[in-house]
């Protein structure tokens, strides 16, 4: 039996690591699009420790362009993922007075619109072969905005609107797509533990019903 693939996109040694760990411990290969080569061999490693192989790539999801062009050459050397989760984020921290309009569209490019280019994707190789999940990480500031962190909540709040949207459309094709929100900040050893995520992450890969998930405390 050909090993199922996990593809997680934005991953970093925090929410990233968690689900390859979840994942790769179910006998999932972990492949990791990360921002550095340095984080991807960072991760590669601590999975290696826990006899975990995982791959990867690195690539920015604020560019559009090199995005795809990472995600179509890992399909075309590995085929499709089972499972894709986008786990990338960004924010300019400030108030909305003071965060400059700029930053807070290269936020949105990494939020919003890097999760829909990963969307467009994967989905045509999904729906050939008729099963998988793309699941999105999320965040409470979609529900309960504060002003400190306007970038952040207008990201997630796209986000879960996108996710919505994707869950519609991805259901049609007998796919499914969800986003964990994740209410409160990650962190080990509490309620928001890395890991934590991964099993919700794998709960919702595994039950493939809800839009979307909240994890609370």
Not at 20 to 30: H, I, M, N, T, V
Request: glycine share 12%; aromatic share 6%.
């Amino acid at each position: 039996m050909t090993q199922p693939m996990i593809w997680i996109v934005g991953a970093g040694c925090g929410i990233g690591l968690g689900i390859a760990k979840s994942f790769g411990q179910r006998g999932y290969l972990p492949i990791l699009i990360t921002r550095d080569t340095e984080t991807l061999e960072q991760m590669k490693d601590i999975l290696h420790d826990m006899n975990i192989e995982a791959t990867g790539t690195v690539a920015l999801t604020s560019d559009e362009t090199a995005l795809r062009k990472a995600l179509t050459a890992l399909e075309s050397e590995n085929g499709t993922p089972e499972v894709v989760i986008y786990n990338a984020s960004a924010h300019a921290p400030g108030l909305p007075s003071e965060v400059q309009p700029s930053d807070m569209i290269e936020d949105f490019k990494v939020n919003v619109v890097g999760a829909l280019t990963t969307a467009q994707c994967v989905l045509p190789g999904m729906k050939t072969r008729g099963t998988g999940s793309y699941l999105l990480t999320g965040g409470g500031q979609a529900l309960h905005p504060t002003a400190a962190l306007a970038s952040l909540g207008i990201g997630k709040s796209g986000l879960r609107s996108l996710a919505y949207s994707l869950h519609d459309e991805f259901k049609q094709y007998g796919l499914y797509a969800g986003t964990l929100t994740v209410c409160g900040f990650v962190q080990p050893n509490t309620s928001f533990d890395p890991q934590l995520v991964g099993e919700a992450f794998y709960s919702m890969h595994t039950k493939r019903s809800e839009a979307e998930v909240m994890l609370k405390p």
